[in-house]
């Protein structure tokens, strides 16, 4: 049973252009949403989160989107780089232990 | 501020042998946990500590595998004995508090079972 799910496993988009990165969830209790960005050979590193209490958070070239609703976030990309090409993952946390829920992840590849 | 540490990087051992990965979190994170990573998926928790104490061990398959975090600092996650499906890798990451709305991870420990 998959709590997170990211379904395209790959984004291709050109330089300069809006990426969007879709994660649908199934627990209407996750109270945080994160986005991790991970390169090869390293370990995911935090991009940009968002509480379940807010629908937008922006953080410069990032921004995410929260629909309680739909059960859905999307992450933006604006304008996309060729350094942005890494594997991208939407986690959930449950609960107060600060466990995360992880997506399958999404590799977006940004053309120059 | 020195990220989390974690070693050896690459193992590759036979199935039915044994391996032990180390990590040492970032300084001041009470929090620690070691996340399993198969190749296509995303991580998924195996174990989360609170200082020396055990939060959250319900995915860890406690057959074959075990993890200590005795002084409440290092922790040491071991596999006995490998299997096929253990082939994947294995990320140490901390955080400050157990709530922490960012977790910090390691490079990874890379593990093959041939």
């Known amino acids: 049973d998959q709590q997170v799910k990211q379904n395209s496993p790959s984004l291709s988009v050109q330089e300069g252009r809006i990426s969007i990165l879709n994660c649908d969830y199934t627990n209407s209790m996750f109270d945080y949403f994160l986005w991790y960005k991970k390169y090869p050979a390293e370990g995911p590193t935090f991009l940009i989160s968002i509480s379940s209490i807010k629908d937008k958070n922006e953080d410069g070239r990032f921004t995410v989107f929260l629909n309680k609703s739909a059960k859905h976030l999307s992450l933006h990309i604006v304008p996309s780089q060729p350094g942005d090409s890494a594997v991208y993952f939407c986690?959930?946390?449950?609960?107060?232990?600060?466990?995360?829920?992880f997506g399958q992840g999404t590799t977006l590849q940004v053309k120059p | 501020e020195a990220g989390v540490a974690q070693s050896p990087r690459y193992k590759i051992i036979e199935k039915r042998q044994s391996v032990a990965f180390w990590c040492n979190p970032i300084?001041?994170?009470?929090?620690l946990y070691w996340y399993q990573q198969i190749l296509g998926q995303g991580p998924k928790l195996l174990i989360q500590f609170q200082n020396n104490g055990v939060v959250d061990d319900s995915q860890l398959p406690k057959d074959r595998f075990s993890a200590e975090r005795l002084k409440g600092v290092d922790s040491t996650l071991k596999i006995q004995p490998a299997k096929l499906e253990d082939s994947a890798v294995y990320l140490c990451?901390?955080?400050?508090?157990?709530?922490?709305?960012?977790?910090?991870f390691g490079e990874g420990s890379w593990l093959t079972v041939v």
């Open positions: 300084s001041g994170h009470a929090t």
């Open positions: 986690a959930a946390r449950g609960g107060n232990t600060g466990k995360l829920i």
């Open positions: 990451a901390s955080s400050r508090q157990p709530s922490g709305n960012t977790i910090y």
